[in-house]
């Protein structure tokens, strides 16, 4: 028995093997573009760093267009989490590769949001 509910199958042990590869990998994808976007939009956005000429233009552009553009972590998360995926693996038309999409835009989302509060708390230490 696979973990104790799950006949002990072997098209069942794979395809749980492939589904915990699939969401490990998006997890782990998500992770680095989570800290990739708070890198970009909460640190880089300060008015001494090489980037500060772009959140100058930003503010410019109607807030649809400039938050995921960089204007805000999380919508930036989940544009490079949606456009890195798609890019990888083509547009999600089989279950694993929708699972990976769905999972690593979802966690991105997640992880930017938490990883930046603990950045603003341990600025304000």
Request: charged residues 10%; neutral net charge.
């Amino acid at each position: 028995v696979l973990i104790g509910i799950i006949p002990d199958v072997p098209v069942l042990r794979y395809l749980l093997h492939i589904m915990i590869q699939t969401i490990g990998s998006a997890l782990l994808h998500a992770l680095g573009l989570a800290l990739l976007s708070i890198a970009f939009a909460s640190i880089m956005r300060d008015d001494d760093t090489p980037f500060s000429w772009y959140f100058r233009t930003l503010k410019d552009f109607h807030p649809w267009i400039a938050k995921p553009l960089g204007d805000c972590h999380v919508c930036l998360c989940g544009q490079l989490c949606l456009w890195s995926t798609v890019i990888g693996f083509g547009w999600p038309t089989h279950f694993y590769p929708a699972v990976y999409l769905l999972t690593c835009i979802g966690a991105g989302i997640v992880f930017s949001y938490f990883i930046n509060k603990l950045y603003r708390w341990t600025e304000s230490l």
